[in-house]
């Protein structure tokens, strides 16, 4: 069987630092180590749907190593539900279509859980694929590491680094925002960076009381201020229990009809907890008697230029992406594993998430320090 000579590549899902530098290493590896072409198609699945492309040559591979974002765009739009002139269709055909169009051999996606379920179907439609993993959660199922955590980690502890001077001027308590609906890696990794006195993250819904001891018991000792870092989808335990079990019901949903409910059910509860930190914040301070105060860093976290290890975690997968082209293996995500990169089935990633385990080292690190995890 002949190596494939002409490759499709796109970008799906939010943005991260370090796409482009995976861009670029795919495109270099391909053009000049295998004689391959390679074809961009803009904002994500859709572009690839209304076949809008851009040719990706030497030229314009050069220079975007350390930009920010992406070249080729992105969205958050689904093969099978994507909307299309007022209604929203199945466009997987017209994916199909613009595939054999232009005659790719396969089809290279960079993205988060998302784009990994949208690949498999599109490998079930018959399309040769390949993924790369990225996302700022490092949440994505059966790789080491993804691409842009690394950078919003620096991001987010640098936030951290320079609250600690103004929360002990005023004698405050700093509440950080960090990223992480569902995972709260970033969310850990940077309190444990900046020295955060109190995390909260998804995996460990938390009980404020044992907050507000914490904080107290720091006031006792003589330390009048406080840093709380905590994940956009940290919750109270009766919140978090009130929202797994609609979870449950709408996963256990028997007709349409229950299913809507039960999806309307979740929506309505996510959106009363779009202001969670505001509410926590508000309550630390009538508990504790401190001021508080509140930061959200929101997509701050996802922009500027990579940082050296995401740039080389980009070099490495996108350079592994192009040899698995050239090998003839499909299907597959491109996993991080120690130095080195392993294909993994994407049946096994779709649809999965990594998410903190409770015995994980850097959990048992925040206790040993002293860092209270609001359980």
Known sequence: MASPRRIGILTAGGDSPGLNAAIRALGKSALGRHGMQLVGFRDGFRGLADDHRMRLDSPVLAGILTVGGTILGTSRDKPHRMPRDGAVVDAT?????????RHLDAIVCLGGGGTQKNALRLAHAGLNVVTLPKT?????????????????LEIATDA???????????????VTEIMGHRAGWLTLAAGLAGGADVILIPEMPYDIERIVAAIRRRSRLGTNFSIVAVAEGAMEVGD??????????????ASPV???????????????HLDGTLHLARRLEEMTGLESRVTILGYVQRGGAPSAADRVLATRLGDAGAQYVADGIFGVMVAARGDGTVPVA?????GRRKTVPLDHPWVRAARDVGTCLGD
């Open 93 to 101: 055909p017209a994916i199909v279509a613009t595939y054999e169009r």
């Open 136 to 152: 700022i959660d490092n949440d994505v199922a059966e790789t080491d590491a993804t691409i842009g955590f690394a950078t919003a």
């Open 160 to 174: 951290i680094d320079r609250l600690h001077s103004t929360a002990h001027s005023h004698h405050r308590i700093i």
């Open 240 to 253: 978090a229990r009130i929202y797994q079990a609609a979870l449950s019901r709408r996963s256990a949903a």
């Open 258 to 272: 229950e299913k809507a409910a039960a999806a309307a059910e979740v929506a309505a509860l996510e959106a009363g």
């Open 346 to 350: 994407l049946e096994l990633v779709a």
